[in-house]
């Protein structure tokens, strides 16, 4: 069946420094890849997403390129701010009719 | 739009107590979720309905039941709470089922 791996967390960066979180997949066929993400103490909120191979989504800065060759989705931020500090999850999609498969977080915490 | 929205936002139940989660969405999407999460991060599904009219058993079904009563409004009941259940709920909507998901702010139920 279908999954997510996302990188093991939690993840500390000073602000203003690169961020990379990996996220690959296994899936049949050509799922829709999202990122959410989940500030403390809320929901989940779409952050991106990506529907077709090569496709760039993007958001707030962020940024993940839907790798069709490598399976991977990885979500990048050139710079980030004490305000990314939050829970990203990878998930995927397929047209098929079944549910969204979750990865299980990464927690990224930005130092000031 | 409200988007998703639950009621209560904070709950404490005794061993035995029951109670119902509400969940509301008025983006006229066609499905619904119920997730738990707990710390560590990772969402897990318990109930979700593709459709009105229909509710399937995700991973972690065991001391739960759902209502989708319409399109709008999807209900999780605890019958006998247990500490085990002591978590955060969330309840999420989509058009379809394979589609994006839009996430309420949360419940959190602790019981004692």
């Known amino acids: 069946g279908d999954s997510v791996t996302q990188m093991e967390g939690p993840v500390t960066l000073s602000e203003e420094a690169f961020l990379t979180i990996n996220c690959t997949y296994t899936?049949?066929?050509?799922?829709?890849l999202f990122w959410y993400v989940q500030y403390p103490g809320e929901g989940l909120q779409l952050l991106l997403k990506a529907t077709k191979a090569d496709d760039k989504g993007s958001n707030k800065g962020f940024e993940a390129t839907y790798r069709k060759e490598t399976t991977s989705f990885h979500l990048e931020k050139g710079s980030v701010q004490v305000s990314d500090s939050a829970v990203y999850f990878c998930?995927?999609?397929?047209?098929?009719?079944?549910?969204?498969?979750f990865g299980e977080g990464t927690q990224l915490t930005v130092n000031p | 739009n409200a988007g998703v929205t639950q009621t209560p936002k904070f709950q404490v139940l005794k061993t035995g107590q029951s109670m119902t989660l509400q969940c509301a969405q008025d983006?006229?999407?066609?499905?619904m979720y119920w997730y738990r999460q707990d710390p560590g991060m990772g969402l897990r599904l318990i109930y979700y309905?593709?459709?009105?009219?229909?509710?399937d058993k995700g991973e972690v079904p065991n001391g739960y039941n759902v209502s989708r009563l319409n399109k709008r409004e999807f209900s999780l009941r605890l019958e006998s709470a247990a500490p085990s259940q002591t978590s955060v709920y969330f309840c999420a909507s989509s058009v379809g089922i394979s589609y994006e998901q839009y996430f309420g702010p949360g419940t959190r139920l602790t019981v004692t």
């Open positions: 899936a049949t066929g050509y799922p829709s």
């Open positions: 309905s593709a459709s009105e009219g229909t509710t």
């Open positions: 983006m006229n999407h066609n499905s």
């Open positions: 998930a995927l999609g397929q047209t098929s009719g079944s549910r969204l498969t």
